[in-house]
């Protein structure tokens, strides 16, 4: 069988995209393990006869700093960490995410700079490779601090407290652990801190966002490039000569798409009774590649931060240093996805206004898409759906980086919300990801009206594919079931 091995080198987002396709096993790589024992064992001699107190792991936490913790009294903080931390609430997080927070957390304490034992981080191995997910909820991090409701509620099943997932069922933890045949974790000093410090919450929310918005980039092309041949729109707004003038990559890179899905239609090179289109087909390049643009900017602030060190406080055991410092606050990736917020919203946004224009009953086309207007209604409410789901995804794009509220009694004093603005964020994808889908209704209905001309042979197989789970609406039926044949199809055929 085939691993992933959690090492010191770099996890690239394409390689986290397989480890998530293809159901990759993890382990440990010998370098890490090493690591990991190798700080773990520069603490405990630190705390044999350390004299001086070291935030959070012989004191207290937050503004409780200033209280010392004797030595007997260790285990027990760091075990009362977890569990009075575990304050969530609110909605669950989805399974797939906590499988990345799972995986987040093993890869950001792999790096010997957590004080962490060997086997708390192959006891979050564990869970993950056997699918043993833990119930987190999505309200309770100020995404500063690092996120510690949610990783908190992630933890307890180390400990044999809270609950898990298992096949289907939630179970409590200790269950499990017992038909594994695991013994909870007895946390060491600063191990609760090290699990329940980081933005893996954040972070697994933004990566999978990041990795469902770069799909639905690609997508907004291919429906978007359809959508025009549909409308009998104009191909010379996409010419390499207009973008190269103004030379901003993700323009230049989506005029090429769509020239490369359109090549070979009939329809594109055939004459046009009108001089230009719509802004939402000529600018496709300009809004499209701004987005993409964007989506770069955030898949390398992302990259740069599942390969780092977030907890605290930061232990530099070859140069015999413990730092408490700030690597849990979440600001960078909070501006980040507030940002791809904005940048995936745009594509939906765009994408409802070509669904409008598809069934304005303009360019050949009948009103609402349909032989019959009038007693069919046809294609009418689909835009509906999707402009009450844009209004929405656009109250969903106020910033939440923008806000911080102060706790711990004025010791956490600046917070990035990057939590809200990471859960903001999955909304918004999975919105844009049904308006899309609507887009896809219309313009394939479209295209049926265009016929016997045809567009590229890219474009027709999409069609045609398409067609074996949505067919072509002659009289009005029940649209919502095909709305969610839409929706899967995007996801599946990638």
């Known amino acids: 069988m085939e691993y992933h091995h959690i090492s010191a080198e770099h996890l690239s987002l394409n ?27 520069y603490l405990d001699r630190k705390m044999e006869n350390q004299e001086e107190p070291i935030y959070g792991i012989t ?11 004797g030595k007997d009294e260790l285990s027990e903080l760091q075990k009362n960490l977890v569990m009075s931390h575990a304050c969530g609430t609110g909605e669950r997080v989805p399974n797939e995410i906590v499988k990345l927070m799972l995986l987040l957390k093993a890869q950001s304490l792999s790096y010997g700079h957590s004080g962490v034992q060997l086997q708390t981080v192959e006891r979050l191995i ?13 309200q309770g991090s100020l995404g500063a601090s690092g996120d510690l409701a949610p990783l908190a509620h992630l933890s307890l099943p180390l400990l044999g407290l809270g609950e898990v997932e298992f096949e289907g069922t939630i179970y409590p933890s200790a269950t499990i652990l017992a038909r594994f045949g695991w013994e909870p974790i007895a946390l060491q000093s600063k191990e609760g801190l090290a699990l329940l410090n980081g933005t893996q919450f954040m972070s697994a929310y933004g990566v999978w966002s990041l990795l469902k918005a770069q799909d639905l980039s690609r997508w907004a ?8 041949d549909a409308f009998d729109g104009r191909i010379e707004p996409f010419s390499d000569n207009v973008h190269l003038v103004r030379n901003h ?33 000529r ?11 964007t989506i770069d900017y955030v898949a390398s602030v992302m990259e740069a931060e599942i390969n780092s060190v977030t907890d605290n406080p930061t232990i530099f055991p070859d140069e015999d240093i413990i730092v408490s410092a700030g690597n849990f606050h979440g600001q960078p990736i909070a501006v980040a996805m507030d940002c791809l917020a904005i940048a995936v919203a745009e594509l939906g946004n765009i994408s409802e206004r070509r669904t409008f224009q598809l069934i304005a009953g303009v360019r050949g086309l009948p009103h609402f898409l349909v032989a019959k207007p009038g007693l069919n209604s046809g294609f009418m409410i689909p835009q509906y759906t999707a402009a009450s789901i844009v209004s929405q995804t656009k109250g ?22 990057g939590s809200n603005a990471a859960t903001k964020l999955a909304r918004v994808v999975l919105n844009v990801e049904r308006v899309l889908a609507i887009e896809l209704m219309n313009a394939a209905q479209a295209l049926e009206f265009r016929r016997p001309a045809r567009t590229s042979v890219q474009l027709e197989q999409l069609v045609a594919e398409y067609r074996k789970v949505v067919p072509f609406i002659d009289n009005d039926e029940v649209m919502y079931p095909h709305i969610e044949s839409s929706i899967l199809f995007l996801r599946t055929k990638q």
Do not use: W
């Open 15 to 41: 390689r986290l995209r397989e480890i998530i396709d293809r159901k990759l096993p993890l382990c440990l790589s010998e370098e890490s393990k090493q690591r990991i024992l190798h700080c773990r064992a």
């Open 59 to 69: 004191t207290g936490f937050g503004s409780l700093c200033n209280i010392s913790i």
């Open 126 to 138: 564990d869970l993950y490779n056997n699918d043993i997910l833990p119930v987190v909820y999505q």
């Open 221 to 228: 092309d291919h429906i978007g490039a359809l959508s025009l």
């Open 249 to 281: 990559k993700g323009q230049l890179t989506t005029a090429r798409a769509i020239r490369a899905y359109l090549m070979g239609s009939e329809l594109i090179t055939r004459p046009k009774q009108h001089v230009q289109d719509p802004y939402s087909f």
């Open 283 to 293: 600018c496709i390049p300009q809004v499209h590649g701004a987005s993409k643009d």
């Open 396 to 417: 969903l794009c106020m910033p939440a980086s923008v806000d911080s509220i102060p706790s711990s009694q004025g010791q956490e004093d600046h917070v990035s919300m």
